[in-house]
Protein backbone atom coordinates (compact mmCIF):
# COMPACT_ATOMS: atom_id res chain seq x y z
CA UNK A 1 0.00 0.00 0.00
CA UNK A 2 1.03 3.49 -1.06
CA UNK A 3 -0.06 7.12 0.94
CA UNK A 4 -0.54 10.19 -1.35
CA UNK A 5 -1.36 13.48 0.21
CA UNK A 6 -2.78 17.05 -2.06
CA UNK A 7 -2.37 19.70 0.03
CA UNK A 8 -4.46 22.32 -1.89
CA UNK A 9 -5.88 25.79 -1.68
CA UNK A 10 -8.69 24.84 -0.34
CA UNK A 11 -8.89 21.30 0.89
CA UNK A 12 -6.01 18.00 1.68
CA UNK A 13 -6.80 15.00 -0.14
CA UNK A 14 -5.39 11.90 1.64
CA UNK A 15 -5.10 8.37 -0.72
CA UNK A 16 -4.24 4.89 -0.22
CA UNK A 17 -3.47 3.36 -3.33
CA UNK A 18 -2.21 -0.59 -4.13
CA UNK A 19 1.13 -0.73 -4.71
CA UNK A 20 1.11 -1.66 -8.97
CA UNK A 21 0.55 -0.13 -12.04
CA UNK A 22 -3.22 0.70 -11.54
CA UNK A 23 -2.46 2.04 -8.07
CA UNK A 24 -6.13 1.98 -7.28
CA UNK A 25 -7.73 3.69 -4.67
CA UNK A 26 -8.70 1.85 -1.68
CA UNK A 27 -9.15 4.37 0.58
CA UNK A 28 -9.60 8.44 0.86
CA UNK A 29 -10.19 10.85 3.37
CA UNK A 30 -10.49 14.94 3.09
CA UNK A 31 -10.77 18.14 5.32
CA UNK A 32 -10.66 21.60 4.24
CA UNK A 33 -7.22 23.45 4.11
CA UNK A 34 -6.48 25.38 8.17
CA UNK A 35 -4.96 28.84 7.32
CA UNK A 36 -2.68 28.49 10.25
CA UNK A 37 1.00 25.90 8.86
CA UNK A 38 1.03 23.77 12.52
CA UNK A 39 -2.89 23.27 12.03
CA UNK A 40 -2.44 22.35 8.74
CA UNK A 41 0.34 19.79 9.44
CA UNK A 42 -1.42 18.45 12.32
CA UNK A 43 -4.68 17.74 10.11
CA UNK A 44 -2.34 15.79 7.67
CA UNK A 45 -1.05 13.92 10.70
CA UNK A 46 -4.42 13.27 11.62
CA UNK A 47 -5.96 12.11 8.51
CA UNK A 48 -2.79 10.18 6.94
CA UNK A 49 -2.68 8.69 10.68
CA UNK A 50 -5.90 6.54 10.13
CA UNK A 51 -4.14 5.57 6.74
CA UNK A 52 -1.21 4.05 8.21
CA UNK A 53 -3.43 2.19 10.77
CA UNK A 54 -5.09 0.73 8.36
CA UNK A 55 -2.50 -0.90 6.53
CA UNK A 56 1.08 -1.42 6.33
CA UNK A 57 2.74 1.38 4.38
CA UNK A 58 6.99 0.62 3.54
CA UNK A 59 7.40 3.23 1.52
CA UNK A 60 7.41 6.90 2.59
CA UNK A 61 3.95 9.48 2.52
CA UNK A 62 3.91 11.27 -0.36
CA UNK A 63 2.99 14.91 0.04
CA UNK A 64 2.10 17.49 -2.96
CA UNK A 65 1.78 20.81 -2.27
CA UNK A 66 0.36 23.63 -4.68
CA UNK A 67 4.02 26.06 -4.51
CA UNK A 68 7.81 26.18 -4.41
CA UNK A 69 7.85 23.43 -2.47
CA UNK A 70 11.89 22.87 -1.80
CA UNK A 71 13.97 19.77 -2.10
CA UNK A 72 14.24 19.79 1.41
CA UNK A 73 10.68 19.26 2.92
CA UNK A 74 10.17 23.40 3.44
CA UNK A 75 7.16 25.15 1.36
CA UNK A 76 9.01 28.48 0.75
CA UNK A 77 6.14 30.01 -0.60
CA UNK A 78 2.53 29.09 -1.90
CA UNK A 79 0.09 31.43 -3.49
CA UNK A 80 -2.35 29.88 -2.61
CA UNK A 81 -1.76 28.31 0.80
CA UNK A 82 -0.14 31.80 2.22
CA UNK A 83 -0.05 30.35 6.16
CA UNK A 84 3.10 28.22 4.29
CA UNK A 85 6.15 30.52 3.96
CA UNK A 86 9.56 28.89 4.48
CA UNK A 87 7.74 26.45 6.50
CA UNK A 88 8.95 22.88 7.38
CA UNK A 89 6.05 20.94 6.33
CA UNK A 90 7.80 17.41 5.34
CA UNK A 91 9.62 17.17 8.75
CA UNK A 92 6.94 18.50 10.97
CA UNK A 93 4.32 15.94 9.25
CA UNK A 94 7.02 13.05 9.23
CA UNK A 95 7.82 13.44 12.78
CA UNK A 96 3.99 13.95 13.71
CA UNK A 97 3.60 10.21 11.82
CA UNK A 98 7.08 8.61 13.02
CA UNK A 99 6.97 7.81 9.37
CA UNK A 100 9.04 9.26 6.76
CA UNK A 101 7.59 11.83 4.12
CA UNK A 102 8.86 12.76 0.56
CA UNK A 103 7.39 15.95 -0.54
CA UNK A 104 6.96 17.98 -4.00
CA UNK A 105 4.81 20.51 -6.00
CA UNK A 106 1.99 19.09 -6.92
CA UNK A 107 1.64 20.03 -10.56
CA UNK A 108 5.00 17.92 -10.59
CA UNK A 109 3.54 15.03 -8.73
CA UNK A 110 0.29 14.46 -11.12
CA UNK A 111 3.29 14.85 -14.16
CA UNK A 112 4.84 11.64 -12.71
CA UNK A 113 1.31 9.97 -11.73
CA UNK A 114 0.06 10.11 -15.50
CA UNK A 115 3.77 9.21 -16.56
CA UNK A 116 3.88 6.36 -14.70
CA UNK A 117 0.09 5.30 -14.76
CA UNK A 118 -2.02 7.82 -16.82
CA UNK A 119 -2.03 9.46 -20.54
CA UNK A 120 1.82 9.72 -20.47
CA UNK A 121 2.53 6.40 -20.51
CA UNK A 122 5.05 4.87 -23.25
CA UNK A 123 6.92 8.15 -23.76
CA UNK A 124 10.08 9.85 -21.99
CA UNK A 125 9.78 13.31 -22.45
CA UNK A 126 6.64 14.51 -21.33
CA UNK A 127 4.61 17.70 -20.33
CA UNK A 128 1.73 17.73 -18.52
CA UNK A 129 -0.18 21.02 -18.31
CA UNK A 130 -3.14 21.32 -15.83
CA UNK A 131 -5.52 23.93 -16.85
CA UNK A 132 -7.61 25.14 -13.76
CA UNK A 133 -7.52 28.44 -11.44
CA UNK A 134 -3.66 29.32 -12.66
CA UNK A 135 -1.98 26.49 -15.05
CA UNK A 136 0.50 24.17 -13.43
CA UNK A 137 3.13 22.19 -15.15
CA UNK A 138 5.29 19.48 -14.76
CA UNK A 139 8.15 17.83 -17.34
CA UNK A 140 9.53 14.58 -17.80
CA UNK A 141 12.58 14.59 -19.58
CA UNK A 142 14.67 11.53 -20.29
CA UNK A 143 11.92 9.59 -18.22
CA UNK A 144 13.03 11.66 -15.34
CA UNK A 145 10.68 14.53 -13.22
CA UNK A 146 12.21 17.46 -14.12
CA UNK A 147 12.70 19.24 -10.23
CA UNK A 148 15.59 21.75 -10.76
CA UNK A 149 18.41 22.89 -8.31
CA UNK A 150 15.71 24.03 -5.57
CA UNK A 151 12.95 21.94 -6.61
CA UNK A 152 10.79 24.56 -8.35
CA UNK A 153 10.64 23.70 -11.32
CA UNK A 154 7.42 23.53 -13.76
CA UNK A 155 6.05 27.05 -12.66
CA UNK A 156 5.36 27.32 -16.40
CA UNK A 157 2.36 29.38 -15.94
CA UNK A 158 4.13 32.40 -14.69
CA UNK A 159 6.10 32.47 -17.95
CA UNK A 160 5.39 36.03 -19.91
CA UNK A 161 3.60 35.40 -22.90
CA UNK A 162 2.56 39.56 -23.71
CA UNK A 163 4.43 41.67 -21.47
CA UNK A 164 2.93 44.77 -22.37
CA UNK A 165 -0.20 43.00 -21.35
CA UNK A 166 -2.05 44.57 -18.51
CA UNK A 167 -0.71 43.46 -14.49
CA UNK A 168 -2.12 39.82 -13.25
CA UNK A 169 -2.84 39.26 -9.69
CA UNK A 170 0.99 38.73 -9.15
CA UNK A 171 2.06 41.52 -10.11
CA UNK A 172 3.37 40.51 -13.39
CA UNK A 173 2.40 41.81 -17.47
CA UNK A 174 1.35 39.32 -19.50
CA UNK A 175 2.05 35.86 -17.87
CA UNK A 176 0.63 32.62 -20.04
CA UNK A 177 -2.36 31.64 -16.56
CA UNK A 178 -3.64 35.04 -17.25
CA UNK A 179 -5.28 34.10 -20.76
CA UNK A 180 -4.80 30.62 -20.90
CA UNK A 181 -6.47 29.26 -17.79
CA UNK A 182 -10.25 28.14 -16.45
CA UNK A 183 -9.85 31.39 -14.97
CA UNK A 184 -9.32 33.34 -18.24
CA UNK A 185 -11.98 31.16 -19.73
CA UNK A 186 -14.91 32.15 -17.49
CA UNK A 187 -13.74 35.71 -17.99
CA UNK A 188 -14.45 35.39 -21.43
CA UNK A 189 -17.13 33.58 -21.05
CA UNK A 190 -19.05 36.15 -18.73
CA UNK A 191 -18.51 39.28 -20.91
CA UNK A 192 -20.09 36.96 -23.93
CA UNK A 193 -23.49 36.73 -21.59
CA UNK A 194 -23.35 40.28 -20.73
CA UNK A 195 -23.40 41.36 -24.02
CA UNK A 196 -25.72 38.49 -25.09
CA UNK A 197 -23.26 37.02 -27.38
CA UNK A 198 -23.65 33.34 -25.36
CA UNK A 199 -26.87 32.61 -23.78
CA UNK A 200 -26.99 30.15 -21.38
CA UNK A 201 -29.87 27.89 -19.62
CA UNK A 202 -29.20 28.81 -16.26
CA UNK A 203 -26.48 31.09 -14.59
CA UNK A 204 -23.22 31.22 -15.86
CA UNK A 205 -20.93 27.78 -14.49
CA UNK A 206 -18.84 25.74 -15.59
CA UNK A 207 -20.80 23.09 -16.16
CA UNK A 208 -23.76 25.70 -17.97
CA UNK A 209 -20.84 26.54 -20.22
CA UNK A 210 -20.02 22.90 -21.10
CA UNK A 211 -23.51 21.90 -21.58
CA UNK A 212 -23.80 25.07 -24.04
CA UNK A 213 -20.41 23.58 -25.55
CA UNK A 214 -21.91 20.18 -26.06
CA UNK A 215 -24.82 22.01 -27.82
CA UNK A 216 -22.54 23.23 -30.30
CA UNK A 217 -23.51 26.96 -29.29
CA UNK A 218 -21.23 28.73 -31.82
CA UNK A 219 -20.22 31.46 -29.39
CA UNK A 220 -19.36 28.75 -26.89
CA UNK A 221 -16.82 27.25 -29.38
CA UNK A 222 -15.24 30.77 -30.30
CA UNK A 223 -14.21 31.30 -26.51
CA UNK A 224 -13.02 27.65 -26.49
CA UNK A 225 -10.98 28.30 -29.66
CA UNK A 226 -10.06 31.76 -28.39
CA UNK A 227 -8.94 30.21 -25.29
CA UNK A 228 -7.14 27.14 -26.79
CA UNK A 229 -4.70 29.71 -28.66
CA UNK A 230 -3.14 31.15 -25.85
CA UNK A 231 -2.73 27.52 -24.28
CA UNK A 232 -0.88 26.46 -27.70
CA UNK A 233 1.00 29.60 -27.43
CA UNK A 234 2.72 28.84 -24.24
CA UNK A 235 2.70 25.11 -24.98
CA UNK A 236 4.60 26.37 -28.41
CA UNK A 237 7.14 28.22 -26.01
CA UNK A 238 7.58 25.49 -24.15
CA UNK A 239 8.14 22.55 -27.07
CA UNK A 240 10.90 24.81 -28.32
CA UNK A 241 12.58 24.74 -25.09
CA UNK A 242 11.77 21.29 -24.33
CA UNK A 243 11.21 19.43 -27.04
CA UNK A 244 8.35 16.76 -25.32
CA UNK A 245 7.00 13.56 -27.27
CA UNK A 246 4.00 14.45 -25.85
CA UNK A 247 1.48 17.10 -23.88
CA UNK A 248 -0.81 15.62 -21.91
CA UNK A 249 -3.97 18.28 -20.63
CA UNK A 250 -5.27 18.04 -17.38
CA UNK A 251 -6.83 20.38 -14.96
CA UNK A 252 -10.42 21.29 -14.58
CA UNK A 253 -10.90 22.63 -18.27
CA UNK A 254 -9.80 19.30 -19.35
CA UNK A 255 -13.36 18.08 -18.81
CA UNK A 256 -14.54 20.14 -21.67
CA UNK A 257 -12.90 17.53 -24.03
CA UNK A 258 -11.90 16.59 -26.91
CA UNK A 259 -13.71 20.02 -28.27
CA UNK A 260 -10.51 21.74 -26.69
CA UNK A 261 -8.14 19.06 -27.14
CA UNK A 262 -8.23 19.55 -30.89
CA UNK A 263 -8.22 23.36 -30.80
CA UNK A 264 -4.77 23.09 -28.31
CA UNK A 265 -3.42 20.70 -31.24
CA UNK A 266 -4.42 22.35 -34.72
CA UNK A 267 -3.08 25.80 -32.70
CA UNK A 268 0.48 24.70 -31.90
CA UNK A 269 1.11 23.30 -34.70
CA UNK A 270 0.28 26.89 -36.45
CA UNK A 271 3.01 28.66 -33.64
CA UNK A 272 5.50 26.00 -33.45
CA UNK A 273 7.85 27.67 -35.48
CA UNK A 274 9.58 25.16 -38.24
CA UNK A 275 6.58 22.99 -37.49
CA UNK A 276 7.11 21.41 -40.77
CA UNK A 277 10.25 20.49 -40.18
CA UNK A 278 9.71 18.38 -36.99
CA UNK A 279 7.60 15.56 -35.83
CA UNK A 280 4.48 16.52 -34.44
CA UNK A 281 3.44 16.64 -30.83
CA UNK A 282 1.07 14.86 -29.64
CA UNK A 283 -1.45 16.51 -27.52
CA UNK A 284 -3.72 14.25 -25.26
CA UNK A 285 -6.18 14.37 -22.27
CA UNK A 286 -5.36 13.82 -18.85
CA UNK A 287 -6.54 10.57 -17.24
CA UNK A 288 -6.31 10.21 -13.87
CA UNK A 289 -8.36 13.46 -13.01
CA UNK A 290 -8.32 14.78 -9.94
CA UNK A 291 -6.82 12.28 -8.04
CA UNK A 292 -3.59 12.67 -10.47
CA UNK A 293 -1.41 15.22 -7.62
CA UNK A 294 -2.34 12.69 -4.45
CA UNK A 295 -1.50 9.52 -6.28
CA UNK A 296 1.66 11.05 -7.98
CA UNK A 297 2.76 12.13 -4.31
CA UNK A 298 2.29 8.49 -3.78
CA UNK A 299 3.75 6.91 -6.60
CA UNK A 300 6.71 9.31 -6.09
CA UNK A 301 7.33 9.03 -2.99
CA UNK A 302 7.78 5.09 -3.52
CA UNK A 303 10.10 6.03 -6.73
CA UNK A 304 12.35 8.79 -5.68
CA UNK A 305 13.27 6.30 -2.46
CA UNK A 306 14.03 3.24 -5.22
CA UNK A 307 15.60 5.48 -6.82
CA UNK A 308 17.58 7.64 -3.67
CA UNK A 309 17.60 4.69 -1.38
CA UNK A 310 16.32 8.21 1.21
CA UNK B 1 42.83 13.98 -28.69
CA UNK B 2 39.60 14.57 -29.17
CA UNK B 3 37.68 16.43 -32.64
CA UNK B 4 34.96 18.71 -32.57
CA UNK B 5 33.26 20.79 -35.45
CA UNK B 6 31.23 23.33 -35.26
CA UNK B 7 29.28 24.34 -38.46
CA UNK B 8 27.38 27.48 -38.98
CA UNK B 9 25.88 30.20 -41.06
CA UNK B 10 29.19 31.51 -42.61
CA UNK B 11 32.01 29.04 -40.89
CA UNK B 12 32.87 25.71 -40.62
CA UNK B 13 35.55 25.16 -37.83
CA UNK B 14 37.45 22.20 -36.70
CA UNK B 15 39.26 22.02 -33.60
CA UNK B 16 41.74 19.21 -32.16
CA UNK B 17 41.59 19.27 -28.55
CA UNK B 18 43.16 17.62 -25.85
CA UNK B 19 41.69 14.86 -24.27
CA UNK B 20 41.58 16.23 -20.58
CA UNK B 21 39.42 19.32 -18.57
CA UNK B 22 41.09 22.00 -20.36
CA UNK B 23 40.85 20.97 -23.45
CA UNK B 24 43.87 22.54 -25.03
CA UNK B 25 42.85 23.38 -28.49
CA UNK B 26 46.19 22.02 -30.05
CA UNK B 27 45.32 21.87 -33.79
CA UNK B 28 42.45 24.60 -35.73
CA UNK B 29 41.28 24.96 -39.65
CA UNK B 30 38.29 26.44 -40.31
CA UNK B 31 36.50 27.69 -44.45
CA UNK B 32 33.86 29.12 -45.50
CA UNK B 33 30.27 27.43 -45.70
CA UNK B 34 29.02 26.11 -48.79
CA UNK B 35 25.61 26.35 -50.17
CA UNK B 36 25.18 22.83 -51.22
CA UNK B 37 24.75 19.72 -48.68
CA UNK B 38 26.97 17.46 -50.00
CA UNK B 39 29.86 19.89 -50.69
CA UNK B 40 29.29 21.04 -47.03
CA UNK B 41 29.61 17.63 -45.96
CA UNK B 42 32.48 16.82 -48.04
CA UNK B 43 33.98 20.07 -46.72
CA UNK B 44 34.22 18.99 -43.21
CA UNK B 45 35.88 15.68 -43.93
CA UNK B 46 38.42 17.36 -45.77
CA UNK B 47 39.21 19.21 -43.43
CA UNK B 48 38.50 16.43 -40.36
CA UNK B 49 40.66 14.93 -42.31
CA UNK B 50 43.76 16.62 -41.79
CA UNK B 51 43.33 16.22 -38.16
CA UNK B 52 42.75 12.72 -37.34
CA UNK B 53 46.00 12.10 -40.26
CA UNK B 54 48.05 14.33 -37.36
CA UNK B 55 47.00 12.39 -34.02
CA UNK B 56 45.40 9.27 -32.95
CA UNK B 57 41.58 9.88 -32.37
CA UNK B 58 39.57 7.08 -30.77
CA UNK B 59 36.44 9.14 -30.04
CA UNK B 60 33.98 9.88 -32.18
CA UNK B 61 34.14 13.27 -33.89
CA UNK B 62 31.84 15.59 -32.25
CA UNK B 63 30.00 17.85 -34.63
CA UNK B 64 28.12 20.92 -33.86
CA UNK B 65 24.97 22.33 -36.12
CA UNK B 66 22.93 25.50 -35.74
CA UNK B 67 19.72 24.37 -36.40
CA UNK B 68 17.29 21.30 -35.76
CA UNK B 69 19.67 18.38 -35.39
CA UNK B 70 18.05 15.29 -35.08
CA UNK B 71 19.32 12.40 -32.46
CA UNK B 72 19.41 10.22 -35.38
CA UNK B 73 22.03 12.52 -37.39
CA UNK B 74 19.99 14.21 -39.63
CA UNK B 75 19.67 17.72 -40.20
CA UNK B 76 16.15 18.72 -40.11
CA UNK B 77 16.39 22.37 -40.83
CA UNK B 78 18.91 25.15 -40.32
CA UNK B 79 17.25 28.62 -40.63
CA UNK B 80 21.11 30.23 -41.79
CA UNK B 81 22.09 27.04 -43.44
CA UNK B 82 19.31 26.61 -46.04
CA UNK B 83 21.01 23.70 -47.89
CA UNK B 84 20.65 21.35 -44.62
CA UNK B 85 17.10 20.09 -45.01
CA UNK B 86 16.39 16.51 -43.74
CA UNK B 87 19.85 15.78 -44.66
CA UNK B 88 22.01 13.37 -43.37
CA UNK B 89 24.64 14.79 -42.11
CA UNK B 90 26.38 12.54 -39.43
CA UNK B 91 26.22 9.44 -41.79
CA UNK B 92 27.58 11.11 -44.55
CA UNK B 93 30.48 12.41 -42.89
CA UNK B 94 31.38 9.36 -40.75
CA UNK B 95 31.01 7.46 -44.54
CA UNK B 96 33.71 9.82 -45.69
CA UNK B 97 35.95 10.01 -43.02
CA UNK B 98 35.81 6.14 -41.87
CA UNK B 99 35.23 7.52 -38.54
CA UNK B 100 31.91 7.33 -36.14
CA UNK B 101 30.39 10.93 -35.40
CA UNK B 102 28.31 12.46 -32.94
CA UNK B 103 26.29 15.50 -34.29
CA UNK B 104 24.11 17.70 -32.23
CA UNK B 105 22.89 21.47 -32.02
CA UNK B 106 25.43 23.83 -31.72
CA UNK B 107 23.67 25.64 -28.67
CA UNK B 108 23.48 22.29 -26.43
CA UNK B 109 27.15 21.84 -27.42
CA UNK B 110 28.76 24.98 -26.19
CA UNK B 111 26.19 24.52 -23.30
CA UNK B 112 28.06 20.95 -22.77
CA UNK B 113 31.38 22.73 -23.19
CA UNK B 114 30.24 25.34 -20.43
CA UNK B 115 29.40 22.50 -17.60
CA UNK B 116 32.54 20.45 -18.56
CA UNK B 117 35.45 23.18 -18.58
CA UNK B 118 33.72 26.29 -18.56
CA UNK B 119 31.13 28.67 -16.02
CA UNK B 120 28.96 26.24 -15.82
CA UNK B 121 31.10 24.08 -13.53
CA UNK B 122 30.03 22.74 -10.04
CA UNK B 123 26.41 22.91 -10.58
CA UNK B 124 24.41 20.44 -11.86
CA UNK B 125 21.18 22.42 -13.16
CA UNK B 126 22.46 25.18 -15.68
CA UNK B 127 21.44 27.39 -18.52
CA UNK B 128 23.21 28.67 -21.09
CA UNK B 129 22.19 31.78 -23.02
CA UNK B 130 24.16 32.82 -26.39
CA UNK B 131 23.28 36.45 -27.45
CA UNK B 132 24.41 36.98 -30.85
CA UNK B 133 22.66 37.43 -33.76
CA UNK B 134 19.75 35.31 -32.35
CA UNK B 135 19.20 33.95 -28.86
CA UNK B 136 20.90 29.67 -28.28
CA UNK B 137 19.88 28.16 -25.63
CA UNK B 138 21.38 25.18 -23.25
CA UNK B 139 20.18 23.37 -20.55
CA UNK B 140 21.60 21.02 -18.29
CA UNK B 141 19.44 19.34 -15.54
CA UNK B 142 20.56 17.42 -13.28
CA UNK B 143 24.05 16.86 -14.66
CA UNK B 144 22.79 15.82 -18.18
CA UNK B 145 22.58 17.84 -21.22
CA UNK B 146 18.26 18.67 -22.57
CA UNK B 147 18.46 17.34 -26.20
CA UNK B 148 14.40 16.65 -25.64
CA UNK B 149 12.82 13.90 -27.71
CA UNK B 150 14.13 14.41 -31.15
CA UNK B 151 17.37 16.38 -30.18
CA UNK B 152 15.30 19.54 -30.62
CA UNK B 153 15.50 21.27 -27.47
CA UNK B 154 16.98 24.49 -26.53
CA UNK B 155 15.10 26.32 -29.15
CA UNK B 156 14.22 29.10 -26.69
CA UNK B 157 15.18 32.05 -28.69
CA UNK B 158 11.89 31.52 -30.56
CA UNK B 159 9.65 31.36 -27.70
CA UNK B 160 6.94 34.39 -27.70
CA UNK B 161 7.55 36.60 -25.06
CA UNK B 162 5.44 39.56 -26.69
CA UNK B 163 2.58 38.12 -28.51
CA UNK B 164 1.14 41.38 -30.18
CA UNK B 165 4.71 42.57 -30.95
CA UNK B 166 5.18 42.64 -34.55
CA UNK B 167 6.05 39.66 -37.10
CA UNK B 168 9.64 38.88 -36.72
CA UNK B 169 11.93 37.26 -40.03
CA UNK B 170 10.87 34.15 -38.52
CA UNK B 171 7.26 34.74 -38.76
CA UNK B 172 6.65 34.85 -35.07
CA UNK B 173 4.95 37.56 -33.03
CA UNK B 174 6.91 39.26 -30.52
CA UNK B 175 9.98 36.14 -29.85
CA UNK B 176 12.40 36.71 -27.40
CA UNK B 177 15.45 36.96 -30.09
CA UNK B 178 13.45 40.29 -31.59
CA UNK B 179 14.28 42.24 -28.69
CA UNK B 180 17.40 40.65 -26.51
CA UNK B 181 20.25 39.53 -29.03
CA UNK B 182 23.06 41.24 -30.37
CA UNK B 183 20.96 42.15 -33.56
CA UNK B 184 18.37 43.82 -31.35
CA UNK B 185 20.92 45.59 -29.56
CA UNK B 186 22.98 47.13 -32.90
CA UNK B 187 19.62 48.33 -34.41
CA UNK B 188 18.68 50.10 -31.18
CA UNK B 189 21.96 51.88 -31.24
CA UNK B 190 21.46 52.54 -34.75
CA UNK B 191 18.44 54.69 -33.92
CA UNK B 192 20.34 56.23 -31.44
CA UNK B 193 22.54 57.20 -33.89
CA UNK B 194 20.16 58.09 -36.17
CA UNK B 195 18.19 60.53 -33.43
CA UNK B 196 21.26 61.84 -32.48
CA UNK B 197 20.78 60.74 -29.21
CA UNK B 198 23.96 58.40 -29.09
CA UNK B 199 27.39 59.57 -30.74
CA UNK B 200 30.12 57.46 -31.61
CA UNK B 201 33.46 58.61 -32.73
CA UNK B 202 33.40 56.10 -35.89
CA UNK B 203 30.78 54.57 -37.59
CA UNK B 204 28.35 52.06 -35.98
CA UNK B 205 29.86 48.69 -34.98
CA UNK B 206 30.01 46.10 -32.29
CA UNK B 207 33.43 47.56 -31.48
CA UNK B 208 32.20 51.68 -31.91
CA UNK B 209 29.70 50.94 -29.39
CA UNK B 210 31.82 48.89 -26.67
CA UNK B 211 34.00 52.07 -27.02
CA UNK B 212 31.00 54.12 -26.04
CA UNK B 213 29.94 52.07 -23.29
CA UNK B 214 33.33 51.68 -21.86
CA UNK B 215 33.56 55.51 -22.02
CA UNK B 216 30.52 55.66 -19.65
CA UNK B 217 28.56 57.25 -22.75
CA UNK B 218 25.14 57.33 -21.03
CA UNK B 219 23.08 56.51 -23.86
CA UNK B 220 24.81 53.61 -24.76
CA UNK B 221 24.19 52.50 -21.37
CA UNK B 222 20.76 53.06 -21.26
CA UNK B 223 20.45 50.92 -24.57
CA UNK B 224 22.45 48.10 -22.45
CA UNK B 225 19.76 47.99 -19.66
CA UNK B 226 16.68 48.38 -22.05
CA UNK B 227 18.20 45.02 -24.40
CA UNK B 228 19.60 43.53 -20.60
CA UNK B 229 15.74 44.04 -19.28
CA UNK B 230 14.71 41.91 -22.51
CA UNK B 231 17.53 39.37 -21.47
CA UNK B 232 16.18 38.72 -18.31
CA UNK B 233 12.29 38.49 -19.18
CA UNK B 234 13.03 35.61 -21.20
CA UNK B 235 15.66 33.84 -18.74
CA UNK B 236 12.98 34.64 -16.19
CA UNK B 237 10.77 32.50 -18.17
CA UNK B 238 12.98 29.62 -18.22
CA UNK B 239 14.01 29.89 -14.22
CA UNK B 240 10.30 29.52 -13.65
CA UNK B 241 10.00 26.76 -16.49
CA UNK B 242 13.38 24.58 -15.44
CA UNK B 243 14.60 26.24 -12.16
CA UNK B 244 18.32 26.63 -12.92
CA UNK B 245 20.84 27.23 -10.19
CA UNK B 246 23.27 29.31 -12.75
CA UNK B 247 23.06 31.36 -16.16
CA UNK B 248 25.86 31.26 -18.50
CA UNK B 249 25.65 34.61 -20.56
CA UNK B 250 27.45 33.89 -23.89
CA UNK B 251 27.39 34.75 -27.71
CA UNK B 252 28.86 38.17 -29.25
CA UNK B 253 27.07 40.35 -26.81
CA UNK B 254 28.74 38.82 -23.58
CA UNK B 255 31.93 40.56 -24.73
CA UNK B 256 30.05 43.98 -22.92
CA UNK B 257 31.01 42.38 -20.69
CA UNK B 258 29.80 43.40 -16.49
CA UNK B 259 27.87 46.56 -17.75
CA UNK B 260 25.31 43.45 -19.61
CA UNK B 261 25.89 40.62 -17.25
CA UNK B 262 24.88 43.07 -14.13
CA UNK B 263 21.95 44.48 -15.82
CA UNK B 264 20.74 41.23 -16.63
CA UNK B 265 21.15 40.02 -13.14
CA UNK B 266 19.37 42.96 -11.65
CA UNK B 267 16.46 42.93 -14.39
CA UNK B 268 16.01 39.13 -13.48
CA UNK B 269 15.46 39.87 -9.93
CA UNK B 270 12.65 41.98 -10.30
CA UNK B 271 10.64 39.86 -12.51
CA UNK B 272 10.99 36.64 -11.31
CA UNK B 273 8.01 35.73 -9.44
CA UNK B 274 8.28 35.42 -6.16
CA UNK B 275 12.35 36.14 -6.19
CA UNK B 276 12.21 37.23 -2.36
CA UNK B 277 10.98 33.42 -1.90
CA UNK B 278 13.73 31.92 -3.74
CA UNK B 279 17.52 31.72 -3.59
CA UNK B 280 18.70 33.99 -6.59
CA UNK B 281 20.05 31.95 -9.23
CA UNK B 282 23.74 33.19 -10.40
CA UNK B 283 24.33 34.93 -13.75
CA UNK B 284 27.82 34.45 -15.18
CA UNK B 285 29.58 35.23 -18.29
CA UNK B 286 30.97 32.52 -20.42
CA UNK B 287 34.65 32.02 -20.28
CA UNK B 288 35.06 29.89 -23.46
CA UNK B 289 34.65 32.32 -26.46
CA UNK B 290 33.69 31.17 -30.06
CA UNK B 291 35.51 27.91 -29.27
CA UNK B 292 32.93 26.91 -27.07
CA UNK B 293 30.53 24.90 -29.54
CA UNK B 294 33.13 23.27 -31.53
CA UNK B 295 35.01 22.38 -27.64
CA UNK B 296 31.77 21.22 -26.56
CA UNK B 297 30.89 18.89 -29.48
CA UNK B 298 34.49 17.25 -29.28
CA UNK B 299 33.72 16.90 -25.47
CA UNK B 300 29.80 15.67 -26.08
CA UNK B 301 30.72 12.82 -28.58
CA UNK B 302 33.57 11.52 -26.15
CA UNK B 303 31.05 11.68 -23.09
CA UNK B 304 27.94 10.69 -25.23
CA UNK B 305 30.14 7.49 -25.79
CA UNK B 306 30.92 6.90 -22.58
CA UNK B 307 27.61 7.06 -21.16
CA UNK B 308 25.38 5.10 -23.65
CA UNK B 309 28.54 2.77 -25.45
CA UNK B 310 27.39 3.61 -28.98
Known sequence: MLIGVDVGGT?????????????????????????????????????????LAADT???????????LA???GTVHYSPNIRCLVHYPLASTVAAGLGHRVVMGNDANAACWAEYRIGAGRGVDDLLLVTLGTGIGTGMIIGGRLVEGAHGFAGESGHMVIDQHARAH??????????????????????????SGQLQLHSDLSPTAFA?????GDAAALAIVD??????????????????????????????????????????????????????????V??????DAG????????????????K
Chains 1, 2 share one sequence.
Open 226 to 283: EVAAQVALGCANLIMVLDPARIVIGGGLSSLGETLRAAIDRHIASVVLGAQYRPAVEV
Open 57 to 67: VEAPVGVAVAG
Open 11 to 51: NIRVLSVDDDDHARVTMRSSAPTPDDADELAARIVALVGDH
Open 285 to 290: LATLGD
Open 211 to 215: AALAN
Open 294 to 309: AVGAALWARDAQEKFS
Open 70 to 72: HRS
Open 169 to 194: HTGQHGPWEMTASGTALMSRARSAVE
